[in-house]
């Protein structure tokens, strides 16, 4: 029962590298979310998809790209890396727009941008 | 916008002790959320409430939605090391249909 599985779990970038956080769900949900999370900021939304080769903007999506080609994959890439991305990013997952039972998530990825 | 605040926003109790985490909504609340979060780890969904005095209990954890009030409490019964987490409280509420959630309340349990 994989679930969302995100990986890495850990990255140090330097400043204007890219790289791309991948997102996998096995539970063939067609809503699947990014937030990134900053301490006491709560959980921001990035970039939405609601289903295979639909994506849309959320509340942050300055500097970040994402892209849908299956349903089970959603990875969001940094092109340019900036210490304001250093964050802990979790992909999440949902069977409908109305969230019944609650997003599933995944473990998060601690990204440093130095 | 709809926001999520939650309270305290950490909380030190010892083992053994009851405790209760808020989450009060600037607006209508249709559904609210429970997320246990622990280091390095995602969040846990621990519990869903959507009608107005619902009240859901898991284990010796008990969630209550008072939609008048606009406000859910998560109270915990005889807290134990393993409650230790931060809390966060999530309703549909984001401007893309999509989860919004409070800033979260750190808990930590004294053996």
């Known amino acids: 029962n994989a679930g969302v599985t995100q990986t890495p779990k850990f990255r140090i970038l330097k400043i204007g590298q890219s790289m791309t956080l991948q997102c996998a769900q096995d539970?063939?949900?067609?809503?699947m979310y990014w937030y990134r999370q900053d301490p006491g900021m709560g959980l921001k939304l990035i970039y939405y998809s609601v289903g295979a080769g639909i994506t849309d903007k959320g509340e942050v999506p300055n500097g970040y790209n994402v892209s849908r080609s299956t349903t089970e994959d959603f990875p969001l890439r940094l092109e340019l890396a900036a210490p304001s991305q250093t964050s802990v990013y979790f992909c999440a997952s949902s069977y409908s727009s109305g969230p019944v039972g609650g997003y599933t998530f995944g473990s998060g990825t601690r990204l440093t941008v130095v | 916008s709809q926001e999520l605040e939650q309270s305290p926003q950490s909380l030190i109790v010892q083992e053994g002790k009851n405790l209760t985490i808020n989450c009060t909504s600037s607006k209508t609340l249709y559904g609210l959320y429970w997320y246990k979060q622990k280091y390095g780890e995602g969040l846990i969904f621990l519990m869903m409430l959507q009608k107005g005095g619902e009240e859901k209990s898991h284990e010796k954890i008990t969630a209550k939605l008072d939609e008048k009030k606009q406000q859910s409490s998560l109270h915990i019964t005889a807290s134990q090391p393993s409650h230790a987490g931060i809390y966060l409280c999530g309703a549909e509420g984001g401007s893309q249909g999509n989860l919004i959630f409070g800033k979260g309340t750190k808990l930590s349990v004294k053996p």
């Open positions: 539970m063939n949900h067609n809503y």
